[in-house]
């Protein structure tokens, strides 16, 4: 192994943003992420959009998977995108919902930067082959 | 140097939070461009106070950061914090999970919060670390604190990139046998009881200030020696943690302080402690002599990779590592023999350039 060799990992955060009050799917994703070799950092419960985009942006995170159950996605997840855009670190962050999402939602979501939406019942395997597939190349 | 690398140094030295953050990913993936880059920022450096807290898991360390983090800002300093975590060493994977306990801070761009992870990788942490000191110290930060879980010499190289080193001992973490041996406790400027609500603070505050005068009786280094000879303090002596003016003038004797991170409580007079460890080391000198001791220790370090890098080449040059077991295993040559080969036409081509 040569020493000169660059050591690239792939970093996320795993948001819950809000008053949503369940993160058992968040610890679930995160653990997944752990196991497939990736860098986790959660953020915790109840965080503000503000909180979220501190995050990502000082981590320089590779991938933003926010985790909503409450319904609150069509406020919460565009505060973030903005924020992201305000500190030039929208480009290269794939963001990620997962969560319950009306199928009618997951377009808008879409439109406005989010990868994909990670529906109930996704595979483990299925969430992790598209973050390596799609993480951005920098 | 290339113009992404000067841009990125402009943006950071200009106060922009990601090109900090950038810079902190290509020290830590060791980019190709990541040495000009730390080579730029290295004439920014030397403004901040760096002061490391470690200790064993669950002493409370992530909590008591972001209590200081928060009185420093209080008091109007900037703080930089770097968390570093371990890795699974059979995926490299990580659950970084600091940032979780800064929540005093969130929403405060003036406190930059990074975790790091040890990437299993064994002392190249150390040196990702304190290049990332550099680039929050370039950055402008007052105080930059590294926290890093003490479970092994590793953790141990990455604290003594700072000038204060803070040392958490939970009360009831074992008998006296364990204040005796080897390791993180030796590295301690400051000692913190952490969770000092709990039964047994006292006793282990006790045992720490006990473990520091014998420390000091014994000519450790740092007391001086005979200084104590003649009027030794009996073991056990309730003022053992008092220390006299004598002993500054000697060296530093660690001090003992009690926090209760939850609340706050202690917090000042952690900084306190802090504060007093830093001026002896700036009155003393020994300040200047721990940045030349840095330094050296950084040069060579550099050196060992680049000389290692270039052994690597050579050893990919005569067929590989394998190819060499091979022939050791088949009976043909020895390891000595091959690093004698390897090594003596460097030696030549240095030897003819003196």
Same mark, same amino acid.
């Given at each position: 192994?040569?020493?000169?060799?660059?050591?690239?990992?792939?970093?996320?955060l795993v948001a819950?943003?809000?008053?949503d009050?369940?993160?058992?799917g968040?610890?679930?994703?995160?653990?997944a992420f752990?196991?497939?070799?990736?860098?986790?950092?959660?953020?915790?419960?109840h965080?503000?959009?503000?909180?979220?985009?501190q995050?990502?942006?000082?981590?320089?995170?590779?991938v933003l998977?926010i985790?909503?159950?409450?319904?609150a996605?069509?406020?919460?997840?565009?505060?973030?995108i903005?924020g992201?855009?305000e500190?030039d670190a +929208?480009?290269?962050?794939?963001i990620l919902v997962g969560?319950?999402?009306?199928d009618?939602?997951?377009?808008?979501?879409?439109?406005?930067g989010?990868?994909?939406v +990670?529906g109930?019942?996704?595979?483990?395997?299925e969430t992790i082959?598209?973050?390596?597939?799609?993480v951005?190349e920098r | &140097? %290339?113009?992404?690398?000067r841009g990125?140094?402009?943006?950071l030295?200009?106060?922009?939070?990601?090109?900090?953050?950038?810079?902190i990913t290509?020290?830590?993936?060791?980019? #190709?461009?990541?040495r000009?880059l730390?080579?730029a920022?290295?004439?920014h450096?030397?403004?901040?106070?760096v002061?490391?807290v470690t200790?064993?898991?669950?002493?409370g360390k %992530?909590?008591?950061?972001?209590?200081?983090?928060?009185?420093?800002? !209080? *008091?109007?300093?900037?703080?930089g914090?770097?968390?570093?975590?371990p890795?699974?060493?059979y995926t490299?994977?990580?659950v970084?999970?600091?940032?979780i =306990?800064m929540?005093?801070?969130?929403?405060? &761009?003036?406190v930059?919060? =990074? %975790? &790091?992870s040890?990437r299993?990788?064994?002392g190249g942490?150390?040196?990702a670390?304190?290049?990332?000191?550099?680039?929050?110290?370039?950055?402008?930060k $007052?105080?930059?604190i590294?926290?890093?879980?003490?479970?092994g010499q590793?953790?141990?190289?990455?604290? *003594?990139?700072a000038?204060?080193?803070?040392?958490?001992?939970?009360p009831?973490?074992?008998?006296e046998?364990q204040?005796?041996?080897?390791?993180?406790?030796?590295i301690g400027?400051v000692?913190v009881?952490?969770?000092a609500?709990l039964?047994?603070?006292?006793?282990?505050?006790?045992?720490?200030?006990e473990?520091?005068?014998?420390?000091?009786d014994?000519?450790?280094?740092?007391?001086?020696?005979g200084?104590?000879?003649?009027?030794?303090?009996?073991l056990?002596?309730?003022?053992?943690?008092?220390d006299?003016?004598? !002993?500054?003038?000697a060296g530093?004797? #660690?001090s003992?302080?009690?926090?209760?991170a939850?609340d706050?409580?202690?917090v000042?007079?952690?900084?306190d402690?802090?504060?007093?460890h *830093?001026?002896?080391m700036?009155?003393?000198g =020994?300040?200047?002599?721990k940045?030349?001791?840095r330094t050296?220790?950084?040069i060579?370090l550099?050196?060992r990779?680049?000389?290692s890098g270039?052994?690597? *080449?050579?050893?990919?040059?005569?067929?590989?590592i394998?190819a060499?077991?091979?022939?050791?295993?088949a009976?043909?040559? !020895? #390891?000595?023999?091959?690093? !004698? $080969?390897?090594?003596? #036409?460097?030696?030549?081509c240095l030897?003819? =350039?003196?």
């Amino acid at each position: 192994m040569s020493v000169d060799q660059t050591q690239r990992s792939i970093r996320c955060l795993v948001a819950k943003v809000g008053l949503d009050g369940h993160d058992r799917g968040a610890h679930v994703i995160a653990r997944a992420f752990r196991d497939a070799g990736f860098e986790v950092i959660y953020s915790g419960l109840h965080k503000a959009p503000e909180d979220i985009v501190q995050a990502a942006v000082q981590e320089d995170v590779d991938v933003l998977g926010i985790s909503i159950l409450s319904g609150a996605h069509n406020t919460l997840v565009p505060k973030v995108i903005e924020g992201l855009k305000e500190y030039d670190a +929208f480009e290269d962050t794939l963001i990620l919902v997962g969560g319950v999402i009306p199928d009618e939602d997951k377009a808008d979501l879409k439109e406005m930067g989010v990868a994909e939406v +990670f529906g109930p019942g996704t595979k483990m395997e299925e969430t992790i082959q598209f973050v390596r597939e799609n993480v951005p190349e920098r | &140097m %290339s113009a992404d690398v000067r841009g990125l140094v402009d943006d950071l030295l200009d106060g922009h939070q990601r090109a900090l953050a950038r810079t902190i990913t290509k020290i830590e993936n060791r980019e #190709p461009g990541y040495r000009d880059l730390v080579s730029a920022l290295y004439e920014h450096t030397g403004n901040a106070e760096v002061i490391g807290v470690t200790g064993s898991p669950g002493a409370g360390k %992530s909590t008591l950061v972001d209590k200081l983090t928060e009185t420093y800002r !209080d *008091r109007g300093h900037t703080v930089g914090v770097i968390a570093v975590d371990p890795s699974s060493p059979y995926t490299g994977g990580a659950v970084l999970g600091d940032r979780i =306990r800064m929540a005093s801070n969130v929403g405060d &761009m003036d406190v930059f919060f =990074r %975790s &790091m992870s040890a990437r299993g990788n064994l002392g190249g942490i150390s040196t990702a670390t304190a290049d990332a000191v550099k680039a929050l110290d370039a950055f402008g930060k $007052d105080k930059i604190i590294v926290e890093t879980v003490g479970a092994g010499q590793n953790e141990i190289d990455i604290v *003594r990139t700072a000038d204060t080193v803070a040392v958490l001992v939970p009360p009831g973490s074992g008998d006296e046998v364990q204040t005796l041996k080897a390791g993180i406790l030796e590295i301690g400027d400051v000692f913190v009881v952490n969770k000092a609500d709990l039964p047994g603070s006292d006793r282990t505050v006790q045992e720490l200030k006990e473990m520091i005068q014998l420390a000091g009786d014994t000519g450790s280094p740092a007391s001086g020696g005979g200084h104590h000879g003649p009027d030794q303090h009996a073991l056990g002596d309730a003022e053992a943690g008092a220390d006299d003016d004598e !002993d500054d003038e000697a060296g530093w004797t #660690p001090s003992v302080v009690e926090t209760v991170a939850t609340d706050a409580t202690g917090v000042d007079d952690l900084i306190d402690a802090l504060a007093a460890h *830093r001026e002896y080391m700036s009155e003393s000198g =020994r300040l200047d002599e721990k940045a030349r001791t840095r330094t050296a220790e950084e040069i060579r370090l550099l050196l060992r990779e680049d000389a290692s890098g270039l052994l690597e *080449r050579e050893l990919d040059r005569r067929g590989g590592i394998d190819a060499l077991v091979e022939s050791v295993r088949a009976g043909e040559t !020895d #390891p000595y023999a091959i690093a !004698d $080969d390897v090594v003596a #036409p460097i030696e030549d081509c240095l030897d003819e =350039r003196r």
